[in-house]
């Protein structure tokens, strides 16, 4: 007998666990699940817990619930984030040994006086696809010597990425494979449009970007089923990919559910949120669908 040589494709759901899970969360969890299903793939749960300031057991034992009332299974054990910070920091200690991450030392305060003294000034200062300012270049300029010191003085710092080196390191144009609701086929990234983002911060010793590149690689995740939020993120997770060796999956961004007023949900809401709508007598098919499902 010989072994099937097709590879199982690997679908995964990651929620934070910051906040209670809500429709547009479902979505995304019943996608990834009938995705799975129909590619006779693996499904899987992580847990992206992080921001240990933000994330509590409480609302990760919700995650549990909520699958587990819309009759998703996941295989166990699930994978924690919190439980993987070297992993990342081994990650950023080969980009810092590249010479492609500085330490950042500007508090958010600092960076709010700055720009807004810029734009007082009517000068326009770069800003995101989320609408984040850029990180200004100070940082990024200062000698060896000068980072040295203020790294022994025990100032708390970030670690950025420094988006020119890390693109020039590639020296290529990347793109992804992308199959969801909105463009599709191979999309060009821009990486360049986030500047420096964040690698780990002072309080959590890794960043989403970091951290959602390396899990989906360790975990072999072959498709990457979220929402269309994180369609911009994506060039930054290619670029990292290639900065680190790193398979890419296959992309598919899923339509939102809004409010009322078209906004993405916010996991404030409680109308929309899932345990509040089981509490309210509604039913898993229900929940299909007012999702569009
Ligand atoms: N943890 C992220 C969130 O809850 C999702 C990460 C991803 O799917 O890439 O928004």
Known sequence: MTANPRQKPVFRFAPS??????????LSALLNRDMAISEEGRFL????????????PEFE???YADLEWLAIDWERPVRRQSEHFEEYQAALDSLIAEGLAYPSFMTRGEIKTRVGSVEADGGPWPRDPDGSPLYPPDDRKRSDFDRQQLLTSGLKHAWRLDMTKAMQAVGEHLSWEETGDGNRGRIPTDPGAWGDVVLSRSDAPSSYHLSVVLDDALQGVTHVVRGLDLFPSTSVHRLLQALLGLPAPVYHHHRLITDEDGRKLSKSRSDTGLAELRERGLSPAEIRRLVGL
């Open 45 to 56: 749960l992580r847990i992206e817990d992080i921001d240990l300031t933000r994330c509590t």
């Open 17 to 26: 666990p910051n906040g209670p899970l809500h429709l547009g969360h479902a």
């Open 61 to 63: 034992a919700g995650i």
